[in-house]
């Protein structure tokens, strides 16, 4: 990997994004009891605490003893914090470390790292080129900070996290609900993001027929009716492991949300509210998404079509970083960052529309795709093969576009996220597509 980016500015970027990851981390592990820390809010989660230092494990691993070369400063714990020993179910049974000792030794390894990072050459080698062994912690810490977000929804109790609402849609409202995107080939994936992840690269060409696709994700009013038509009580809308999933565990509905009355309500963050029909639809499920996509007489997108209707400018013909152009994003382009702690209405964002008119493409809510996870053409694993590798293959679907609950630095038009087609506890949604006929 190279970049032409002065190490200077390189040096500045790293900073401010592993300094805005741990003041998030801190946010999220210092508003609630160690009690609650140290506890197992879902068999699907770690412990908070276990988070905690294994971000200061993973940041120790890969920037003090495989950049700086230096001995193990713990290393009786580096069993504990691989994410690959120990099932997450398992990891409250282990010696962990406890919440202060936690946050002292993830508060050591960030002292050592800024230290390093003022006298490293951001050169030499991929690991360092363009700051990448930086910038992939960064976005480690983000993941694990969406993670422990996943984590504060699943835990039950009084709400300890706030945050304003979105603001209601601005500009122009939505003059139609899908668009066509044109038929022929665009470059996939990248091979010129310097702190890009092993599973976005490299740029390949791919070809696509024409297609059209939501310009707003799917909304909990559409999912509604989806549910009144008696969605869930018919096989024939549903993939036959998805079929089985919900008569098993007697799901009728998104994740966390109950009937009072005639209304349907859901749990946030440990309040209680009304289910807001504007806002795209929220943990669902692969299987979930795929029925209400059948119901409604077309399809889930496929990763390709999602990236080119996110990333293509038929104008120029190129692939861009985001929707709207090349530009960081801003507060005006999408909703990320755990800014807010909902998604905001359907429509919302009009800056951050794509060239075609396609709203919400990054933010607000992780999107399913109808496709397997798999790599790119030349992929190469990178710097470890537990990243991706390990992952590729049908059990897991990818997700596109992030969520409210996703930094910037780990998201942009590229980035590619997967999960088992049954996960609900994630802050996953999706828009649906249909041919060209």
Known sequence: MTTDIHPEILRERAVAALTTARARTAGLTETVSDRDLTAQHSPLMSPLVWDLAHIGNMEELWLLRNVAGRESM????????????????????????????????????RGRVFDLLERTPLEGTDLLSGGYAFGMIAQHEQQHDETMLVTHQLR?????????????????????TEVRVPGGPFTMGTSAEPWSLDNERPAHTRDTAPYWIDTAPVTNADYQAFMADGGYRESRWWAAEGWEQIRAHGIEAPLFWHREGDAWSRRRFGVTEAVPGDEPVLHVSWYEADAYARWAGRRLPTETEWEKAARYDPGTGRSTRYPWGDADPTPAHANLGQRHLRPAPAGSYPAGASPLGVRQLIGDVWEWTASDFLPYPGFRAFPYREYSEVFFGPEHKVLRGGSFAVDQVACRGTFRNWDLPVRRQIFAGFRTARDDV
Do not use: N
Request: proline share 21%; aromatic share 6%.
């Open 74 to 109: 713990r290393p009786e714990i580096d069993p504990l914090y691989d994410a690959f020993e120990h099932p997450r179910s398992e990891r409250p049974k282990l010696p962990l470390l406890g919440p202060e000792e936690a946050r002292r030794y993830a508060a050591e390894v």
């Open 156 to 176: 039950r109790g009084a709400a300890v996290l706030t945050a304003p609402d979105p603001d209601p849609p601005q500009g122009p409202p939505l003059s139609a």
